[in-house]
Structure formats: C-alpha cells, structure tokens
C-alpha cells in the first residue's frame, strides 16, 4: 500500500495534530506526514512537530493584510513542493477562500468541534449549552467552500452533564477529537485510493 503524503495545517497548541502523528507511526497508516504548517510562526505545535522530525513552515498570514490568496497562494505552492497529497486541518483558524479550497478539494479534510450541522464557526461548545443539548461531540469532515459545510466522513458524541461549562466540555471532548481524527483521516486516504 503506497500512504499518501500528508500535510497538517495548525494555528495553535496542535494536539490533534500530535495525535495524527503518533497514528502515522505506524508504517500500516495510509498517510505519511511529511509537512505540519501554521500561519501563526508562535504555534506551540510547531516545536512538538520539529521534536517528531517532520519537516515545518510558518506563514504569517499578517504579513499578507487582507488579500487572503495571497497567504494561500504561498501555502498552495509549499504543499506542492512538498510533494503533498492530503490535507488535515486541525485547529486551523483561517477561513480558506474557494480559490484554495477548490485546488484541494476532495484532498482536504477538517475536525469541527460540534455535531456537524449544528455549531458551525466558533463558540460551539456554548452555544450546545445554551441549546439545552444533552450532547456534544466532533465530526471530521471533507473541507467544501462553505464553512464547515461538506461532507461527513465521521462523528463521534458525548453526553452533556449538569454543571458542564465551555471549558469542561472543551477538555472532555478533546480526547475524544483524538481518537476520532486519526481514524476518520486514514478513511479519507482509502476513499482518495478509491477514486485514484
Ligand atoms: C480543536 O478542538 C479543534 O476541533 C478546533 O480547535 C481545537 C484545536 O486544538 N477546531 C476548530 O474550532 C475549527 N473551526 P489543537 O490545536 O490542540 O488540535
């Protein structure tokens, strides 16, 4: 089985990410991690990348003001000279033009911290609780030029309980996004294989 090449795009702590990377330790998973980039230099799972071994860029979206394909122009041209072939967005907090998504359309995916379609954006966990929803959970999904709006691949829940506030449902669910990504990811690479 030939694993595809494998680019991760963060914006902050990266725990998702470290989760893909543990997964992708075993020669068995489909996708071979070969570039973790983050359009915020400072990104703390830049240096958990560098300690993995896996090859980092840093794209200060600031530098490019408000003309976002400009920032995603250079992104685009980083992927391809890293030779990559999947996208996994995991806490990457730029809205992506259609201009990038659809060059990567069918390659990319994303983990949304709600049970998709309900909460896309920001604010999930709250506005579940202002909801009055018994559960919360995450899905991963094809990215699509609507915000948080293709296609599922997975989803997985937890009960809400009394007394759960944003945080406390935030740290309770974030495992539960780590067990999830790795596995929704490596069934997005057999779909790409599928349709090769
Ligand atoms: C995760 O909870 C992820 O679901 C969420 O950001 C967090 C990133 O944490 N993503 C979004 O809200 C995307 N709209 P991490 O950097 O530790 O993986």
Redesign the pocket.
């Known amino acids: 089985m030939t694993r595809l090449n494998l680019a991760i795009l ?8 470290e989760a893909i990377l543990e997964a992708a330790q075993d020669p068995a998973y489909p996708a071979k991690p070969v570039l973790v980039l983050s359009n915020r230099p400072d990104a703390k ?1 830049l240096e958990t990348a560098r300690a993995a071994g896996i090859a980092t860029a840093a794209i200060d979206h600031k530098t490019y003001g408000k003309d976002r394909e400009a920032f995603e122009r250079v992104v685009h041209e980083q992927l391809t000279e890293a030779g990559v072939e999947i996208i996994a ?5 730029r809205v992506l033009t259609p201009w990038f998504v659809n060059k990567w359309q069918g390659r990319m995916v ?4 709600s049970l998709l379609p309900k909460y896309k ?2 604010d ?1 966990h709250q506005r579940a609780l202002d909801a009055g929803d018994t559960e919360a959970g ?1 899905t991963v999904h094809w990215v699509s030029p609507g915000v ?1 709006d293709g296609e599922i691949i997975q989803q997985a829940s937890l009960p809400i309980l009394p007394g759960d506030t944003a945080d406390s449902l ?1 740290a309770r ?2 495992p539960v ?1 780590h067990q999830l990504y790795p596995e929704a990811l490596s069934k997005a690479c057999a779909d790409i294989q599928t349709r090769a």
């Not at 963060?10 to 998702?16: A, E, L, V």
């Not at 967005?89 to 907090?93: N, Q, S, T």
Request: glycine share 18%; aromatic share 4%.
């Open positions: 963060i914006s902050g702590r990266g725990s998702n990410m799972g967005l995991a806490g990457f907090m994303n983990i949304h911290p954006g920001l999930t995450c948080d935030a669910l974030l996004e």
